[in-house]
């Protein structure tokens, strides 16, 4: 069945510990991009890519990095974790019309 | 640039009862439009979409909404809420061309059904 997968769903971490947060999706979709939510806010766009190799920055800036070298698979990096990446972090991917979640991942940085 | 307006932060109607969430947007050109519904520690899921053509579109779950282009409104209705459509729900606008894919959300409407 294809989907879109994000791993861990939960990370409880301490500051500046370097953190991965993964993304994998089975749709064959060439586009896929991260969101950052606060609880009960919108969401804001921090990353996407349209293909392997293509990583742009979305309109909130963020302290975080992504790479795209796979077409399924597009991990989020932050090299020193604060308390200000507490956040909850959603992965979305899309073809030609609307974009398809994942369940998000919940980042609690101590 | 592209913005999308949800009016009403909480809103709170009887099972049973009617619902409609407000949805009003920016953009230059025609916009393609979206509602999305978000349940607790969840991702989102798409309840429906408007690219072109009928104005009233049909989603999942019951709900249908209505593409105004004169009042750049795009309300989601219901016409008898059930309590597990309690969530936040999302309308958003896309657009075409190089950006194409990238969308822009709403602040979220939350939704309490009660019995």
């Known amino acids: 069945e294809a989907d879109i997968y994000q791993t861990p769903r939960y990370l409880v971490i301490g500051t500046g510990k370097k953190i991965t947060l993964e993304c994998s999706q089975t749709m064959g979709h060439d586009k896929m991009y991260w969101y950052q939510q606060d609880p009960g806010m919108e969401l804001h766009l921090i990353h996407y890519?349209?293909?392997?190799?293509?990583?742009e920055k979305g309109d909130l800036s963020s302290e975080s990095t992504v790479s795209r070298i796979r077409t399924e698979h597009f991990p989020l990096t932050l090299e020193s974790a604060r308390p200000s990446h507490t956040s909850q972090y959603l992965c979305a991917s899309s073809g030609i019309s609307e974009q398809f979640f994942g369940p998000g991942t919940r980042l609690t940085v101590l | 640039a592209q913005s999308v307006t949800q009016p009403d932060i909480h809103i709170t109607v009887s099972e049973g009862a009617s619902l409609e969430l407000r949805c009003n947007y920016s953009y230059g050109a025609t916009p393609y439009l979206f509602w999305y519904v978000q349940s607790p520690g969840q991702g989102l899921q798409l309840l429906l979409k408007y690219f072109s053509g009928d104005t009233l579109v049909q989603g999942i779950k019951g709900f249908e909404a209505e593409f105004k282009r004169s009042q750049s409104s795009f309300n989601l209705r219901k016409p008898s809420v059930h309590w597990s459509d309690a969530a936040e729900y999302f309308c958003?606008?896309?657009?075409?061309?190089?950006?194409?894919?990238?969308?822009?959300f709403g602040q979220g409407t939350i939704l309490t059904v009660h019995p």
């Open positions: 958003a606008v896309g657009s075409a061309g190089t950006s194409y894919g990238k969308l822009t």
């Open positions: 890519s349209y293909g392997v190799n293509s990583t």
